[in-house]
Structure formats: structure tokens, C-alpha cells
């Protein structure tokens, strides 16, 4: 076997080093290097980009109080009765009341809570359900009590965000059609909020028992061969026109 002299082994010893090192940093560059389409690329799904989330959110409702004056108005009754009724049908949690107390208002704020509780109970709100707290008001003038519950929200968004220019020049992906972030941000944080129940987004609601007596009516007419359809009748009798007839 020859043997090569010592420099010409050093020198391509050397070469080889040099090689492996130009190699390894044009794979880091290559690795670091992404062109800007897709650094700027995103889902087209509006779904995806703005999906509508569930959260557990806060309702509160104030009742605010007067030194000169006990009890509620009628229109804080109303709403003490309508906070009542929305907890039965969607809160997630018990009804906490933060009652002032140290202050000009307290006389009222006993009147209220006590008119307060004769609501709940007339709603069939059950006591244990309800907890009440004491707190200083920073205005001992002016001061209020608040009724909260936690209920299942539906959020999305925020809306309102452009990370990326509309107008020609930016690369490939201005002259392809494709939707622009925000699209259907708005569309999202409506049905989110317009949404009466936000676990129906998760979930179907259990199936409730066939209205009995409109299904024996159905079958009745099936066993008689008459038409099952139903039949409206007068219900152009308030135009004021006969044109289309």
C-alpha cells in the first residue's frame, strides 16, 4: 500500500474538513430559508382562521341603590325577574349577591335584598343556590348590589386584524383569488352570539317525546285515506289587493 507524505495527507485532510463544513451551513441556510408565500400562507377556511370557541363568562346584573330611597323600582324588579329566569334556563353555576355595606345606602340595600330574595323565591330559585357577600363601596353615596352567575359563552374573534395587505406586489398570492384574513370574522362572532344554547356548536340536544295528540290525529287520517296535509284558510283575507290571483 503506498503511504502518502504527511503534507499531502494534512492538505487533503484539510480539503475534506472544508467540504463538510461548506455542506453543513448551506443545509442550516437551506433549513432557515422559506420563501414569503408561505411564510404568509394561512387556511382558506374561514373556520379554521376564526373558529368559534366555548368559555365560561359572567352575568351580572346591578341594582343600584339611593340613600332616600327602599326597596326596587319597577323596572329593577323587572329586571331581578328576568336574571332570575335566564339563570334557570342557562347558568352554569349559583347566583352570588355582593350586598354593599358601610355605608349611607345600607337601610336600602336591606330593603332591596330582602324584596330581592321574595323574587327568587317566587321564582323557584332553591336558597342553597344563592350566596350573599358583603363588600365596601368605593362611592358610599352612590352604591349598588350585584347579582352574577357563570354561564357557557360562545366567543370569537378578535375581528379587525390585517396581518396582510389586500393590494397587488406581495407575491404570488395576491394575484390567486384567495380570501383575505378578516373575511368572515364578523359572520363567526354573530352566529356566536345570536346562538341560544352554545353547546348545540358541540353537540345535539336529546331527542323530547313526539306530541302525542298531533300523531294521533296524522294516523287517524291515514286509516281514513283522507289527505294528512294541513289546510290554511283566510290567510289573504287582509289584502288590499287581488292582483296575482
Known amino acids: 500500500m503506498t503511504k502518502l507524505h504527511p503534507a499531502i495527507a494534512g492538505a487533503r485532510s484539510s480539503t475534506v474538513l472544508r467540504i463538510m463544513a461548506i455542506s ?6 437551506a433549513g432557515c430559508y422559506t420563501p414569503r408565500e408561505a411564510q404568509n400562507a394561512y387556511s382558506q377556511d374561514y373556520r379554521q382562521r376564526h373558529p368559534i370557541t366555548l368559555k365560561e363568562g359572567e352575568q351580572t346584573v346591578e341594582v343600584f341603590l ?6 326596587l323600582t319597577p323596572s329593577q324588579r323587572a329586571d331581578v325577574l328576568a336574571f332570575a329566569q335566564a339563570w334557570k334556563r342557562e347558568g352554569s353555576s349559583g347566583i352570588v349577591v355582593d350586598v354593599p355595606r358601610g ?14 330574595g321574595s323574587i327568587f323565591t317566587a321564582s323557584a330559585i332553591p336558597r342553597n343556590g344563592v350566596v350573599v357577600r358583603n363588600y365596601r363601596p368605593a362611592n358610599s353615596a352612590l352604591a349598588s348590589i350585584k347579582l ?3 354561564q357557557l359563552m360562545a366567543k370569537a374573534g378578535p375581528c379587525g386584524l390585517w396581518p396582510n395587505d389586500l393590494g397587488p406586489g406581495g407575491g404570488e398570492q395576491y394575484i390567486q383569488n384567495q380570501t383575505y384574513w378578516n373575511f368572515g ?3 363567526q362572532r354573530n352566529l356566536a352570539a345570536m346562538v341560544a344554547n352554545p353547546s348545540d356548536l358541540v353537540q345535539p340536544r336529546g331527542e323530547t317525546p313526539a306530541y302525542t295528540a298531533h300523531r294521533s290525529v296524522m294516523l287517524d287520517k291515514y286509516r281514513k285515506g283522507t289527505n294528512p296535509s294541513s289546510t290554511y284558510d283566510g290567510y289573504d283575507k287582509g289584502k288590499i289587493s287581488d292582483l296575482g290571483k
Not at 453543513?24 to 441556510?29: M, Y
Not at 339611593?66 to 326597596?71: E, K, V, Y
Open 103 to 116: 355605608g349611607a345606602t345600607d337601610r336600602a340595600a336591606a330593603a332591596s335584598l330582602r324584596e330581592i
Open 24 to 29: 453543513g451551513a448551506a443545509a442550516l441556510l
Open 185 to 187: 370574522c364578523s359572520q
Open 66 to 71: 339611593s340613600r332616600n330611597r327602599g326597596g
Open 148 to 150: 352574577n352567575y357563570s
